[in-house]
């Protein structure tokens, strides 16, 4: 495989800390701390604040680092009636790797109004570079909810699936060029996840690509899988998944046929094996090259070394540096130097080879 003739390009996979005078620091789901009379005005300067730490590290593709979020998920069902969040029940996620309080889907679903419209405008008129925005995806959002009224798990993915595609239609009429879906939840429930997860992937991603050409355009799509946050909870399952984590296998050739353009997967200080990356011919491969779990700094070498290595399964047009998972739960210090490895070592990649 011939050499890179470009850096790089480099991204965020999502979330990044939130400032400590914004909400809680090194917490999954923090409390906001402003009154709510300056709370979107400074989530607002929050996302202005990690825009400008992403363009200074030299990233090309920019994010909201989820500023205006308390969580991933819940940030999206906020603007979603038919849910009650004002009964929060139990519930073991992830096949019962923690549990959390989640709210409860009690009638048909159907979106209030526009959910992200004022963080994704932020985010376009704060910078020139591309933009990414992320969503949560319909499989992992069915995962967070207890079902009170749908009675199947697919008939109520499809349901959040026509709602997030709502959503995107409008990130891209934002300005949003790269719209992601997370989906954590396909690599903890893969027969699922090849079988009617990625039919709801592509629902909620449908026309995005007529709607960004209409706008003149390219939009992309993309989703996110990985092994989670590096909490302890999921640090403890990694360490019961043997010398090889296999997960991606089982739905990696599902996403290579389907209309997705990009997919986000763990590579650094996993067991992943690297070939696996072969099995997502035809897509752009966002390598994970910074680990979420540590809050030890990766060097530019080893980011480097990691992006050229991923070479000899990624042809070098389709290669893209980015985060194992979004980096939400770390010290702000950290994320910001480990933002700076990303973006060293992907300008490194510049005839390396594999």
Known sequence: MTAPTLPVPATV????????????????????????????????DATRLWV????????????????SRQH???????????????????????????????????????????VHEAEARCLRAATTRPTKFTLPGPMTIVDTVADR????????????????NQEAHALVADGVDVVQFDEPAFNVYMADAADWGVKALERAAAGLHEAGAARGRAVKTAVHICYGYGIEANVKWKATLGGQWRQYEQVFPALSASSIDQVSLECIHSHVPPELMGLLEGKDVMVGVIDVASDTIESADEVAATLAAALRWVPERR???????????????????????????????VGAGA
């Not at 590290?57 to 500023?67: F, M, P, V």
């Not at 009964?87 to 979106?111: C, F, N, S, T, W």
């Not at 290669?319 to 490194?348: D, F, H, Q």
């Open 149 to 164: 009224h749908y009675g199947d798990r697919v008939a109520m993915a499809m349901a959040f699936a026509e709602l997030l």
């Open 52 to 67: 400008h730490a992403q363009e200074a590290a030299g990233l090309t593709t920019i994010g909201d680092g989820e500023q």
């Open 319 to 349: 290669l893209i540096a980015c985060t194992n998972c979004g980096l939400a739960p770390m010290r702000r210090e950290v994320a910001e130097s480990k933002l700076r490895a990303l973006g060293a070592g992907a300008a490194l990649v």
């Open 13 to 44: 996979a999502g979330s990044l800390p939130k400032p400590s005078w914004l909400a809680e620091p090194n917490k999954l789901w923090p409390r906001w701390r402003p009154e709510a009379d300056v709370l979107a005005e400074a989530k607002l």
């Open 72 to 114: 991933f998920v819940h940030g999206f069902l906020e603007r979603v009636s038919g849910i009650d969040f004002e009964h929060k029940v139990e519930m073991g996620i992830r096949a019962d790797r923690y549990k959390a309080m989640v709210p409860q889907v009690v009638a048909p679903l159907a979106l209030t109004g526009r």
